[in-house]
């Protein structure tokens, strides 16, 4: 029997509301060469996508940090995924909490963004994650459930799926306070149980990432997780040395 081999840890760079045309110069000066063993995408904010993927070696993906699930239409200041996918985005960030709390995204809105991601041949990278009131009151596991349970009905009977997770506490964003990687690893299992219980995909080739203060320093020990396939890195990635030091360390180097 054939046995498909698991795919690359996967490191995203997500620069939001960051960057310049010098930190698109330094990404592609710097992480020219390919790194072997691990997948390396890059979200700059929109404006500077052709910059960086006019420049950036063939082998890193560019994307985008948002769109809308629209295909075309009067909708001012929008971003169509069938646009993107013309440009060569091959992947969008979709319901980072940035965008729920501060943008009123919801879970309806998150999941249509999904569907029409897929439906385009854009991959979505889901974001999910509790609040720390959410978690000390027991209910970050719920809520995370919700978030994702949105998007398996949204999605699941589009076969065979490019999707990737991204689960990011949002007490752990910006805030230099990591989760453990136990607590982590624990709401990976979760998610990736889900996708297994109620899709007919292959959940083992689903990535998900954790995102949420994402360091050189404590980058080794997440990885480690079994269920752990990568990083969403906001703020380190604005460093290239230390983004590219995170993506070897995925890589096992
Ligand atoms: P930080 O790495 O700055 O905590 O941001 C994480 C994030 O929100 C990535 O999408």
Redesign the pocket.
């Known amino acids: 029997m054939l046995t498909q081999s698991l795919p690359n840890p996967l490191v995203v760079a997500?620069w939001?509301m960051h960057g310049s045309l010098e930190l698109c110069q330094e990404y592609s000066i710097k992480l020219n060469a390919s790194s072997p063993g691990v997948d390396v995408w890059v979200a700059p904010p929109s404006i500077y996508f052709h910059r960086l993927s006019d420049s950036i070696s063939p082998a890193i993906q560019v994307g985008v940090q948002n769109l809308y699930w629209e295909q075309s239409g009067a909708f001012t200041g929008e971003l169509a995924p069938s646009m993107l996918a013309e440009l060569g985005a091959s992947f969008a960030?979709i319901g980072?909490?940035?965008r729920r709390t501060m943008f009123g995204e919801t879970d309806q809105h998150v999941a249509r963004k999904c569907s029409a991601c897929i439906d385009s041949g854009v991959i979505p990278i889901v974001?999910v994650g509790e609040s720390i009131s959410q978690r000390e009151t027991g209910n970050a596991r719920r809520v995370v459930s919700e978030q994702v349970s949105s998007i398996l009905r949204a999605c699941d009977s589009k076969s065979p799926v490019q999707i990737v997770f991204?689960y990011?506490p949002i007490w752990?964003?910006?805030?230099g306070a990591v989760a453990e990687p136990s607590d982590a690893e624990d709401m990976h299992c979760h998610v990736r149980s889900m996708i297994l219980e109620s899709t007919e995909w292959d959940a083992k080739q689903i990535r998900i990432l954790y995102?949420?203060?994402?360091k050189v320093e404590n980058a080794a020990a997440l990885v480690a997780q079994q269920n752990i396939d990568g990083f969403?890195?906001?703020?380190?990635?604005l460093e290239v040395d230390s983004f590219k030091r995170i993506c070897q360390i995925a890589a096992g180097v």
């Open positions: 997500n939001k960030i980072h909490s940035e974001c991204a990011e752990a964003i910006g805030t995102g949420g203060s994402v969403l890195v906001g703020g380190a990635s």
